[in-house]
C-alpha cells in the first residue's frame, strides 16, 4: 500500500516551469465542480427515496459520472508525483506488449460502447518487450480515452501495432522498435497547440467553460512514461478531423 505525503502541494511540481497558482485554479474547478455534483445528485436521491426509477437512475448515474472523474484527477495527480520525484516509479521487466495492449482495451470498451464509438484493434500475436506493466499500461490508457473522449458519438478509433525492423531512425529508438499508432476522428488539435500539449498542466481550451475537463497532465504523464521507457511519442492533428499519436518503444 502506498503512503503519500500531501502536506506540501509545492513540491509536486518544478516551480520554475508551473507557477503554484495554475495548479490550485485548476484544481478549483476540477475538485470542486465534481464534488459539488456529486453531492447534489447524493442529496437528491436521499430526499427523494421514492423518486421514479428513470429519475433515480439518472441522479445515480451523475454521481458515478463525477465519482469517476474525481478518481481520475487524484490517479492524475498521484503518476505524476510519483514519475517526477521518485527515482525508481519505473520498473522495467519483460512482458508481452500485445497482451497488454488487449487489458488496456478491454479496460476502455466501457466507455468507447457508451459513446458509440467503434475501437479497431490491429496488432502483432505476441510483441517481445521490457517495459513497466503498470505505468505503460496507464500512458495507452490515457492516449486512447483521450481519442475516445474528444471523439463524437459514432466515429473509430484505430490502434495499430507494428514492428519496426529496417528504415531510417534518426531520433527514434534503435531498431528494432515497436510503433503504436492511435487514431481519431475526434475535434483536433489545433497547429499553435500541438508544440505543448505535452506540457504538464497544458489544455489547448484552458476556458473556465471548457467543455472537457481535466488537469492537462495526461499527456505529460505519457511523455514521461515513454522517456523512462527510452521511446519516443508525437502527434499529428488536423483540426476538426481527428489526432494520431504515435508511442515509439525499443524492443526487447
Not at 66 to 89: C, F, G, M, P, S
Request: glycine share 4%; with cysteine; net charge negative.
Amino acid at each position: 500500500m502506498k503512503i503519500y505525503d500531501y502536506q506540501n502541494m509545492s513540491e509536486m511540481m518544478n516551480p520554475s516551469e508551473v507557477p503554484i497558482e495554475r495548479l490550485f485554479s485548476l484544481l478549483n474547478h476540477e475538485l470542486r465542480t465534481p464534488i459539488a455534483s456529486l453531492q447534489t445528485a447524493l442529496d437528491l436521491l436521499q430526499m427523494y427515496q421514492q423518486c421514479d426509477r428513470s429519475e433515480a437512475q439518472a441522479l445515480l448515474n451523475l454521481a458515478v459520472d463525477n465519482a469517476d472523474r474525481l478518481t481520475q484527477t487524484i490517479e492524475n495527480i498521484l503518476d505524476w508525483y510519483d514519475l517526477v520525484h521518485k527515482a525508481n516509479a519505473i520498473f522495467k521487466q519483460p512482458l508481452d506488449g500485445a497482451a497488454l495492449i488487449q487489458r488496456v482495451v478491454s479496460k476502455v470498451q466501457l466507455i468507447a460502447t457508451q459513446q458509440r464509438i467503434q475501437i479497431n484493434l490491429d496488432i502483432p500475436n505476441f510483441i517481445p518487450l521490457t517495459a513497466d506493466d503498470y505505468y505503460l499500461s496507464r500512458a495507452l490508457s490515457y492516449l486512447l480515452h483521450n481519442a475516445i473522449k474528444f471523439s463524437p458519438s459514432d466515429r473509430q478509433v484505430w490502434l495499430t501495432a507494428t514492428i519496426i525492423q529496417t528504415g531510417e531512425t534518426s531520433d527514434l529508438p534503435t531498431l528494432p522498435y515497436l510503433l503504436i499508432t492511435i487514431k481519431d476522428e475526434g475535434v483536433g488539435i489545433p497547429e499553435t497547440s500541438l508544440p505543448q500539449i505535452f506540457q504538464p498542466f497544458e489544455q489547448v481550451d484552458s476556458s473556465d467553460t471548457r467543455r472537457y475537463g481535466g488537469l492537462g497532465l495526461e499527456l505529460a504523464i505519457c511523455d514521461r512514461i515513454i522517456q523512462e521507457h527510452r521511446g519516443k511519442i508525437w502527434a499529428e492533428s488536423t483540426l476538426g478531423e481527428g489526432s494520431t499519436f504515435y508511442v515509439a518503444l525499443p524492443l526487447s
